[in-house]
């Protein structure tokens, strides 16, 4: 008997689909999951924090003081009756922004509703890295239990068949034993993939329960011309660095800011006196303004240090993930490699293996040589599906990586 073909089998399980539609259906199913994640909530609630943050710096930390103060006062003289006066003042007082604070915390009022924006845009960025990690991990064992299935059942096709001929007269029993142990554990090996890849769905379950999962991943179809233009796509790290970038932005117009603030805010007032019981009124303005010191100047030098580091720290995050990005692109091209290698190797011992069973059946071949050239196929055919996997998962994350992921 002649196993079956596994490479044909692997590649018969390829959706009929197109490729672009089975990223979309990947990619839909992300989205879906994302939006199920309290992400969206403190998404809302990053809003409602950044308009009042925006609110507050729009209209500034000062507002108008009234003041009052009353009194009586007596006058004793002793050549004069004795004599009493109400008075009384009222003070209205506010302190203003100069111009350069007024329009810098204008830059920092809209800079806190764009921050607001990047910061769902990355958290939403970094869950859909996490939904793809747990689904590769899921479609990486389906793929081995799809193999260890086909070779399971083949080989326990062929234990029956030889065991048929030992009860036919015709064939050896320890051949069939051997056979069927073999056929057992192939078997074992299919269950444990199966287990693995049950946990895998159970997890993307468990971060996603409300998520509506297929049975099994589809295998999405990779062309040469699909890795080249892949690779070939420009990665928008702006996209990915937005939040990093606005925040050092609004580090280094805090800087300004702190500098500007050197110059303290004057405060106007203006007043109305009453004496001597309304006598003597008086219309009077004041002005006031504190003198500089130690505290402004430190607040101005932490400005200054808290900006450089949230520039540092945007190039840093930037290097990380350009690695990120340059290990996706040498995996995906690897994996391509490797998996024309694994498949080559895999064929040449197919054929091998074919010729052996034939030797087989007319007794030329011992039973012991069979099995060996059959676990070296199923090597061989693990390792393939192994480089798909991890041809497909480099596939996805690039396109994650490089914006061109869509629904």
Same mark, same amino acid.
């Given at each position: 008997?002649?196993?079956?073909?596994?490479?044909?089998?692997?590649?018969?399980?390829?959706?009929?689909?197109?490729?672009?539609?089975?990223?979309?259906?990947?990619?839909?199913?992300?989205?879906?999951?994302?939006?199920?994640?309290?992400?969206?909530?403190?998404?809302?609630?990053?809003?409602?924090?950044?308009?009042?943050?925006?609110?507050?710096?729009?209209?500034?930390?000062?507002?108008?003081?009234?003041?009052?103060?009353?009194?009586?006062?007596?006058?004793?003289?002793?050549?004069?009756?004795?004599?009493?006066?109400?008075?009384?003042? +009222?003070?209205?007082?506010?302190?203003?922004?100069?111009? *350069?604070?007024?329009?810098?915390?204008?830059?920092? %009022?809209?800079?806190?509703?764009? +921050?607001?924006?990047?910061?769902?845009?990355?958290?939403?960025?970094?869950?859909?890295?996490?939904?793809?990690?747990?689904?590769?991990?899921?479609?990486?064992?389906?793929?081995?239990?799809?193999?260890?299935?086909?070779?399971?059942?083949?080989?326990?096709?062929? %234990?029956?068949?030889?065991?048929?001929?030992?009860? %036919?007269?015709?064939?050896?029993?320890?051949?069939?034993?051997?056979?069927?142990?073999?056929?057992?554990?192939?078997?074992?090996?299919?269950?444990?993939?199966?287990?693995?890849?049950?946990?895998?769905?159970?997890?993307?379950?468990?971060?996603?329960?409300?998520?509506?999962?297929?049975?099994?991943?589809?295998?999405?179809? +990779?062309?040469?011309?699909?890795?080249?233009? =892949?690779?070939?796509?420009?990665?928008?790290?702006?996209?990915?660095?937005?939040?990093?970038?606005?925040?050092?932005?609004?580090?280094?117009?805090?800087?300004?800011?702190?500098?500007?603030?050197?110059?303290?805010?004057?405060?106007?007032? +203006?007043?109305?006196?009453?004496?001597?019981?309304?006598? *003597? /009124?008086?219309?009077?303005?004041?002005?006031?303004?504190?003198?500089?010191?130690?505290?402004?100047?430190?607040?101005?030098?932490?400005?200054?240090?808290?900006?450089?580091?949230?520039?540092?720290?945007?190039?840093?995050?930037?290097?990380?993930?350009?690695? =990120?990005?340059?290990?996706?692109?040498? /995996?995906?091209?690897?994996?391509?490699?490797?998996?024309?290698?694994?498949?080559?190797?895999?064929?040449?011992?197919?054929?091998?293996?074919?010729?052996?069973?034939?030797?087989?059946?007319?007794?030329?071949?011992?039973?012991?040589?069979?099995?060996?050239?059959?676990?070296?196929?199923?090597?061989?055919?693990?390792? /393939?599906?192994?480089?798909?996997?991890?041809?497909?998962?480099?596939?996805?994350?690039?396109? *994650?990586?490089?914006?061109?992921?869509?629904?």
């Amino acid at each position: 008997m002649k196993l079956i073909l596994f490479t044909a089998a692997a590649a018969a399980i390829l959706s009929a689909s197109s490729s672009s539609a089975q990223e979309a259906d990947v990619f839909r199913l992300m989205n879906e999951a994302v939006s199920s994640t309290p992400v969206t909530t403190i998404a809302r609630a990053e809003m409602q924090r950044s308009q009042a943050a925006s609110n507050q710096l729009l209209n500034g930390p000062y507002e108008y003081e009234v003041s009052g103060s009353g009194g009586y006062r007596r006058v004793e003289d002793p050549l004069l009756p004795d004599m009493g006066f109400t008075e009384w003042s +009222i003070d209205l007082t506010r302190t203003f922004r100069l111009p *350069e604070k007024r329009n810098l915390d204008a830059s920092l %009022a809209d800079l806190e509703t764009e +921050i607001a924006d990047a910061r769902d845009a990355s958290r939403r960025f970094e869950e859909e890295l996490i939904f793809l990690s747990l689904w590769n991990e899921w479609a990486r064992w389906t793929m081995l239990e799809r193999v260890s299935r086909e070779i399971a059942d083949a080989s326990s096709e062929l %234990a029956e068949l030889e065991q048929a001929k030992v009860d %036919a007269g015709t064939g050896r029993q320890i051949d069939a034993d051997l056979l069927m142990a073999e056929a057992s554990n192939f078997s074992l090996r299919a269950r444990e993939d199966l287990s693995r890849a049950q946990m895998a769905r159970n997890q993307l379950l468990q971060r996603y329960p409300s998520l509506n999962l297929p049975v099994a991943p589809p295998e999405i179809q +990779i062309s040469s011309s699909d890795i080249t233009l =892949i690779l070939a796509a420009r990665t928008d790290y702006d996209r990915m660095t937005r939040t990093a970038s606005l925040e050092a932005q609004r580090a280094q117009t805090q800087a300004l800011r702190a500098n500007a603030d050197l110059t303290p805010d004057p405060t106007f007032g +203006i007043g109305l006196r009453s004496d001597f019981g309304g006598d *003597e /009124t008086a219309l009077v303005f004041s002005f006031s303004m504190p003198l500089s010191g130690q505290f402004r100047r430190s607040s101005a030098e932490q400005a200054g240090a808290q900006a450089r580091l949230a520039e540092a720290q945007r190039s840093d995050l930037t290097w990380r993930l350009e690695q =990120i990005v340059a290990t996706a692109r040498n /995996t995906l091209q690897q994996s391509d490699v490797l998996l024309s290698g694994a498949i080559e190797n895999e064929t040449v011992i197919e054929n091998a293996l074919v010729r052996l069973e034939a030797g087989y059946e007319l007794g030329d071949i011992r039973i012991d040589e069979l099995i060996n050239v059959r676990r070296r196929l199923i090597d061989a055919s693990r390792s /393939t599906a192994e480089q798909r996997a991890a041809r497909q998962a480099a596939y996805l994350e690039l396109l *994650e990586l490089t914006g061109e992921a869509t629904p």
